[in-house]
């Protein structure tokens, strides 16, 4: 644990300075209306988020280091960027991981505080985009994420498909989701609303797609890292439980 920390911190330390212009949807990209919306959409899953990680960290304060791990890998993974549309740029969330480990909501919460550190720190996104850069990479990625693994796992399929599986779509959930929401702010003058997220979804997917596959492949071995530790009783995983007493 302590060598999968020093590798977060060592990699953060490497990309700042080199992050300053990175974004999700920048600052002020967003009209006033849209930016107020997202904010009110997003409000009531944080909520939900806060609750369920008072009642996991009340009930398991054991797993607190797991969690500051993940949010600290979102924030790593999540702020390598590759240019791609005007006002946004392509990236891998690690939110997948996230959500797989502690569920849609707390992985919310984690995308929530690592968006406002970047917007803070890396003038990675921003403020008034807050909302709907947690709504598309919290909640759409990591409900996405959850649901996949969920999926994947009952339909018999090893758990390293479905965790390739689950990071690999919840990336692309919440880039689809960035596309609609930029095209529900800028639609095409002809073709309107449907034009302007073919083009967005278009461009995006050029960057996307491959990263969706490597966070997918990075996130297989991560788990692979935590599921060690988990048979030596360090941390715990919350199905390897369950299929102990089954």
């Known amino acids: 644990m302590k060598a999968f920390t020093c590798a977060a911190i060592a990699a953060s330390a490497w990309l700042l300075p080199n992050l300053a212009q990175a974004m999700h949807i920048m600052e002020g990209f967003l009209p006033q209306q849209h930016a107020l919306f997202w904010l009110a959409v997003v409000a009531p899953f944080l909520l939900l988020g806060i609750w369920k990680i008072n009642r996991l960290l009340k009930e398991h304060p054991e797993r607190k280091l797991l969690l500051g ?3 600290a890998f979102v924030f790593v993974l999540s702020a390598l960027k590759m240019p791609s549309v005007t006002g946004s740029s392509s990236h ?3 939110i997948g991981l996230a959500a797989i480990l502690f569920g849609p909501w707390v992985a919310g919460i984690c995308a929530g505080i690592v968006l406002t550190f970047q917007a803070l720190l890396l003038a990675h996104g921003g403020l ?3 909302g709907a850069n947690t709504f598309s990479m919290g909640i759409a990625g990591g409900v996405t994420a959850y649901l996949v ?3 994947v796992r009952a339909a018999g399929l090893s758990d ?3 965790v390739f599986a689950a990071a690999a779509l919840g990336d692309l959930a919440t880039y689809m989701v960035t596309a609609l929401q930029l095209s529900l702010a800028f639609p095409d003058p002809v073709g309107g609303m449907a034009a302007s997220f073919v083009k967005f979804a ?3 997917a050029l960057t996307q797609v491959p990263l969706a596959i490597s966070e997918g492949l ?3 071995v991560v788990y692979n890292t935590l599921l060690r530790y988990n048979d030596q009783g360090l941390i715990h995983l919350w199905w390897k439980g369950r299929e102990n007493k089954a």
Request: charged share 10%; net charge positive.
């Open 128 to 130: 008034t985009t807050w």
């Open 160 to 162: 390293k498909v479905a």
């Open 92 to 94: 891998a969330t690690g």
């Open 202 to 204: 278009g461009v995006f």
């Open 69 to 71: 791990l993940v949010t």
């Open 218 to 220: 990075l996130s297989v």
């Open 149 to 151: 693994f969920r999926g």
